[in-house]
Each structure stands twice: as C-alpha cells, then as structure tokens.
C-alpha cells in the first residue's frame, strides 16, 4: 500500500517536475512478479489523484515512452538489446551459482567477517569455454554486472555532494533473474535513459545501490542523471518512523479527515524547507518555490499534531457552504466508514466505533435537515482538526436529548440555583424565546438570570447551562450555539436537565 515514504518521493517529483515546467512519469517497477498486486496499482494511482499529485505520463494514461509497467517494457523486448550489448562490452557475464553454492559463499563470508555478497565467484572471470559447457549442460543462470575493481566510484548527489566507493566493496548485483526478468537494478537505469529522465529522486537506502547504477551508466557510455537521495523520515523522538509515530498507508489519512491539500503541504515540508519560515503553502507555492537545494541531508520529522494544525487551517479556510459539500463526500467515500469500523480500539485513544457512529449521525442529520446541520457545522468549524472531527463535536446538536458527562452533572447541577435556572429556561423557551431571538437575547436572559440571584460571576449560570443544552462543558460558544438550536429543543434538554438535578 502507498505509504508515508513513497507518497513524499511522488510529491517531490510532482513539485520539481512542475517547478521546471517538465514531464512527469508514472512507472510501474513490477519486474518482481511475486510482489505484484494489480489492486496496489490502482490504489497508488487514484490515492495519488486524490493527493493531487499528477503525471503527464504513465499506465492509466499512456504517452510517448510506453509501455510503463516494466513486465510490458521486458515482453516488448526492450531489455534484450541492452543486456547482450553490455555482455558484449564486458561489462556483464553469467553466473551458474546454485543457491547452495551461494550460501556457502555467504557463510565462508560472515565466518570471516567480511561483507557478504557477491565479488565474483567461479563465473566473473570463467572462460568462453566454461560458460558454453555450463548451458549445454542445461544449468540454470543469471546475468551479473561486473563492477569494474581497483577503482573510486564515486556521484555527486543533489543533497549530500560528492559521495564515493571503493569499487572493491560494491559486490556485481544480478541484472537478469534466471527466469529472464529484470531485476530494479538494470531496468530501471534502462528505462531511466530511455525516457529522458533527469533527476532520480528517492530515498536514501538507495544510497548504497548508487554506485551499481552509476557504474552501469557509465559502461553503456550514457550521461548519468542527478542523484538525490532523501533524507528519511522519522518520528518526533528521532526514531525510525512507526505507526506509534502516525505512519499508516495514505488511504487511511483520507478515512480520518485530512484534506488533500493539507496533506500535501505537511508531507513536502518533511525533509525539505522553502528557504523561509512559511508552513502553511497552498499547490502554487509549493510549487514555485521547490528547489532541490531546500532539501535536507538531516532526517525529516513527521510531526502528526503538526498535520493536524494544517489540516485545522485548511478546514477554516473553507466557505462553510463547500466545507458542508466537502464533509457529504467525505461522509459518503465507503473506505470512510469501513476504516473505523475495522479499527481496533487503543488505550487511551477515541472508539473507532462511537466515532463510525456519529459519523453515520451526522450524514443523516445533512439529509434530513441540511440547513440546521450547516449552522452547527459552522459554529464547529473554527475548533476542529479533521473531517472525522464533525462527527463527536457536532453530536449534541441531533437527536432529541445529549449524551451526558457525570461528572459535569455532578458539578453544576447540584447547585442551589441550578433548578431555578432550568425552570426560568423552560418558561422563557415556551414563551420569550423565539425563532428570531437574537444571540444577545440569549446572553441577555442569563445575565438577567445571573443579576436576580445575585451571582457574583456569570460561570455558575452559564456551565450548568451548556451542561444542559450539550452534556458537556466545552465546545462552541454559549450564546451562539443556543440561537443554533432553538427555543424547542432547548426546552426538551432543559426539562430533562431539571430531572437530573432534582433529588429523588
């Protein structure tokens, strides 16, 4: 599944391909056959759609440079010429290894703590005669790039500079498996010269392989493309980013109510700054100020309360009109709901499943009465971080009567006013209290409240209030919230509020 590490290295592609005003490719590197999976395919291409990251070229869109699923480029015999002509060079040979020989190899190796791997065997430097006896023999084989010895190799990587091998550590990777596929080594180089590609931008455990692919650049006698290798991603606490950290594949970031853009805009900054202080980028300028020189050899912290006060300012920066068209898809993308219905619960965190529920209440509540919804949604909206948010914070307001927290019960409505209050509330809803009461209205019926009995602060009058009306001490503003639900409804949480408070 498309996760946190691939979907940066596609959205550095897409800004630095756009920055340039260049091409942007999608290749399907599947020469590993066992690990292919058509329904990954495709859930990296519409999860990358969903993203915004686009391509001008690639499987779900064809271009200039197709096939772009490497199985497709080795069955159109694109690699053939290129594999017999480095042979022919000298630059590759075959290997008749079995894989008992071949862990015997490894096993001499470790014994004398070397590196393992494999520096040549039997078959680097066996002769013509050799290599025709072991195929008439019909042993199985295959073909290895003979990394040149005694010799630098050596890049000059985008982030970190010049990098350099002793060719003697490098051993000759496998470039043609035995059932004739390529392996990412050789038909990715292949297909990188062949499509024109300038830059290959990836992480920095590919770091290790660069001087296999520069040394196979180098004996086709191509000009290289730039290397940039990223730095890689960890947690707040500098360790190996994990699920603990947020990680999860990209999909489930959809599910719990991150917008694309925000998204986007937190995952470019991991590992790469604008030269400036700004966080909050829309695509355009993302865009425009993408550079290779912003990009960070240091590991890039993935800070989820970071992504969360993106996601925040994102949601804030909508009309209330299209955040409530933005919610109805969100509410309606089957993944959605299936995602917390299959989450497990975690100690400490929110039930998966309360929050599948008020989901489910808040897409009816949209169908039934589209307009009360928007207001609710619109005195929320200044207070959440996601779209999953709208499901618990906007909960109160539908239904006839709220959950309620004890312990807010226990506190304020057990004091002497309490039962005084619910009843002037009662008596106002069914008789002062209109339709077109104003906010200041409400404030003013309180305060008025408040005066009468001689509170010294307002506090006492207003939390068992907003205890009665949400079942909660937190949340919108008072006044606001009671001109959003109305003198009827306010009337049926009041009485139901005057019945907890009233000893038995």
Request: aromatic share 10%.
């Amino acid at each position: 599944m498309l996760h946190v590490g691939a979907l940066r290295d596609a959205l550095f592609k897409h800004l630095f391909a756009n920055h340039h005003h260049g091409v942007n490719i999608l290749r399907i590197e599947d020469t590993d056959q066992t690990r292919y999976s058509p329904e990954s395919e495709a859930e990296f291409i519409s999860t990358l759609e969903w993203v915004g990251i686009g391509f001008q070229e690639g499987p779900h869109i064809d271009g200039p440079n197709g096939p772009y699923r490497q199985s497709e480029r080795k069955q159109a015999g694109i690699y053939q010429p290129h594999i017999e002509k480095l042979m022919a060079l000298g630059h590759a040979y075959k290997a008749f290894d079995t894989p008992e020989e071949l862990a015997e190899m490894r096993k001499v190796q470790e014994a004398a703590k070397q590196s393992t791997g494999y520096y040549g065997g039997a078959w680097r430097d066996a002769t013509p005669q050799q290599v025709a006896e072991a195929e008439a023999a019909g042993k199985p084989f295959v073909i290895r790039q003979r990394i040149p010895r005694d010799t630098v190799i050596s890049i000059n990587d985008a982030i970190r500079g010049h990098v350099e091998w002793d060719s003697n550590t490098i051993d000759d990777p496998v470039l043609i498996k035995a059932d004739g596929m390529p392996t990412y080594h050789f038909a990715s180089m292949v297909d990188d010269h062949l499509m024109g590609i300038s830059h290959i931008i990836r992480g920095e455990e590919w770091l290790s392989s660069a001087p296999k692919h520069a040394a196979l650049f180098d004996a086709f006698g191509w000009k290289r493309p730039i290397f940039v290798h990223c730095p890689v991603i960890v947690g707040t606490d500098g360790k190996k980013l994990s699920k603990r950290h947020g990680a999860t594949r990209v999909l489930d970031y959809a599910a719990q109510g991150y917008l694309p853009g925000a998204l986007k805009n937190f995952i470019a900054l991991i590992g790469w700054s604008p030269g400036d202080d700004r966080e909050a980028m829309t695509e355009a300028e993302l865009i425009e100020a993408f550079d290779l020189k912003g990009l960070q050899p240091s590991p890039g912290k993935f800070d989820i309360d970071k992504l969360r006060w993106l996601n925040g300012l994102a949601i804030r920066a909508l009309e209330p009109d299209d955040l409530l068209d933005v919610l109805i898809d969100y509410l309606h993308t089957p993944y959605t709901l299936d995602y917390f219905n299959q989450l497990e619960r975690e100690e400490g965190q929110p039930d998966p499943k309360q929050i599948e529920q008020d989901l489910l209440n808040l897409d009816r509540a949209i169908s039934h009465d589209r307009g009360f919804a928007l207001e609710a949604i619109k005195l929320e909206q200044p207070r959440v971080h996601t779209l999953a948010d709208f499901g618990s914070a906007c909960a109160f307001f539908f239904g006839d009567l709220p959950h309620m927290d004890e312990k807010a019960v226990q506190k304020w409505f057990f004091q002497p006013h309490t039962i005084a209050l619910f009843d002037e509330m009662i008596e106002k809803c069914s008789t002062s209290f209109g339709e077109d009461t104003m906010i200041s209205d409400y404030e003013a019926a309180l305060r008025g409240f408040q005066e009468a009995h001689g509170l010294e602060k307002l506090g006492p009058v207003v939390h068992p209030t907003r205890v009665a009306l949400t079942g909660k001490t937190t949340g919108p503003g008072l006044f606001e919230l009671m001109g959003v639900l109305g003198p009827e409804r306010m009337k049926k949480r009041f009485q139901h509020a005057k019945e907890l408070a009233t000893p038995a």
